[in-house]
């Protein structure tokens, strides 16, 4: 399971983090992995295998949202967008502290505070009233009334995040405090639709130990501290007396923090293995507002690429802002669907159509939805023949195997290709090597289902295979904006 950091920097030098983090590090030694979303910690480690920090800019341009983003039901439906995190997580946030060893079982568990419809004195405040408008709207949806903000580690899985989102849209804004709060509107929505759904209520001073408003002296901290399994506090609370608890509990840097031989610069950078098992470094990641334009050097792998169209639709306008009007190609073509989208709007002289639309039986790699009968292969290639004839002499239709389509073209003669066939890695890296020679300088090698993973639709290990081969040549990836099936653009020098 991962654990996700909803996280802005404290008046403390983000102290907090480190000392939640070494908790974690100590009390659970089951985590897959550690995700920041929001700011940037300087002292994480540049491992991004065990921790890596994500931007709200990396994916709050899906639904054109402000950021930095203020309010925590959209934060935890945009951190639930991130594609690596995994699909069940933890969510904590820096004032959380692991007090004792948490099993992994106890962890998903759904801890809640009580039922609100039982309190009388709903007090006042910001956060109180938007604990109660949640209260209000859900009663009045006909949802129960739990209140899950209990200021200790929350289970979420992507599919109860999407589904309360999906449920409650309409009444989630951009501001922190009015909108409803992300804990209870999610796990009241996951009460009422899941079969099973164990509670834990969670008792003061017996599974967790609160300080707020003001802080307290070192024994009390310590004798507070003695049973619960979770520590919460405020700023209020973050005192010296507590942050001398912390220190003796908490004294070794733990593997989440940057060692003292690594370089620290004001702009950090994660790292990523090459296929070749050498370390490569990629500069941050781009914000959608300003998309500058990386250094292409040795190595680069960016995570999270600057967007530079909404989807692969706006490919033709694209190319043509390029001034890419010579011919290009096309491989895996299918019924021909995009290749007429492309057409339509892109200005160039030829688009050669390659696929050999011929069944496949013989390579155990090559799961795909679109590995079909030979009956189905030959109607699609009929309807692409049809699609395609509006467009004249501006197609041409190659019913062979990209490998042998390559050999028919000179070098440096295409001002672009675009590879949407097999998608295991293997064969994805066969087409980039195939095809790149093939490309002018200032031309893009490009390609669909910018991913990895396995999904309904096949298996897919394009993402990482483009990335390595772009890092080893010193090439910058850029990608389109859809939400899953993107595509993604590499400029040729």
Known sequence: MDLLYVFRHSSFDDLELRYSLRSVATHAPWVRKVWVFGDGPGFLSEDPKIIEHVPHEA??????????????????????????????????????ILLRPLEIDVARQNRYLGD????????????????????????????????????????FTKRRVFDAYRGFRDFVTEDR???????????????????????????????????????CDYETIADRCRAPLFLNFDDMAFNDAMRRYLSERFPTPCIY????????????RSVATGEDGE?????????????????????????????????????????????????????????????????KTWKGRRLHCVDPWS???????????????????????????????AFADRYAIHRVASREAAATFADSSLDFVYLDARHYAAAV????????????????????????????SG????????????GRHGLHVACSGEHVWRSWFVKLP
């Open 116 to 155: 609100m419809s039982e309190t009388t004195n709903r007090g006042k405040g910001l956060w109180k009233d938007s604990l109660w408008r949640t209260y209000d709207l859900l009663t009045r949806l006909g949802y129960p009334g739990y209140n899950f903000e209990t200021h200790t580690p929350t289970y």
């Open 459 to 470: 298996h897919f290990q394009v993402k990482s295979t483009v990335d390595q081969w772009a």
């Open 177 to 215: 405090w009015h909108g409803m709060l992300g804990q209870t509107a999610v796990l009241n929505h996951a009460m009422r639709h899941e079969n099973s759904f164990p509670l834990m209520q969670i008792v003061e001073g017996r599974e967790r130990a609160g300080f707020y408003n003001e802080g």
């Open 257 to 268: 923090e940057r060692r003292v031989h690594e370089r620290v610069d004001s702009r950090r």
């Open 429 to 456: 890296r066969e087409d980039l090597e195939l095809w790149a020679p093939k490309i002018r300088g200032g031309g893009f090698l490009a390609g669909h289902d910018y991913l990895d993973g396995i999904l309904p």
């Open 59 to 96: 994916v709050a341009w899906v639904e054109k949202r402000r950021t930095p983003v203020t309010n925590f039901f959209l934060m935890l439906w945009l951190s639930s967008l991130i594609p690596e995190l995994d699909w069940e997580y933890l969510w904590l946030c820096d004032d959380f």
């Open 359 to 389: 069944a496949v039986d013989d390579d155990p790699n090559y799961i795909d939805r679109l590995n079909v009968s030979q009956e189905t292969h030959d109607r699609n290639h009929a309807e692409a023949v049809r699609r395609l004839s």
């Open 279 to 343: 370390t490569t470094t990629a500069e941050p990641h781009a914000t959608n507002a300003t998309r500058p334009e990386p250094e292409c050097r040795q190595g680069t792998i960016l995570r999270f690429p600057p967007v530079i169209m909404k989807d692969r639709g706006q490919m033709g306008e694209f190319l043509n802002s390029q001034g890419l009007y010579g011919e290009g190609v096309e491989v895996g073509v299918a019924s021909g669907v995009f290749s007429e989208r492309l057409l």
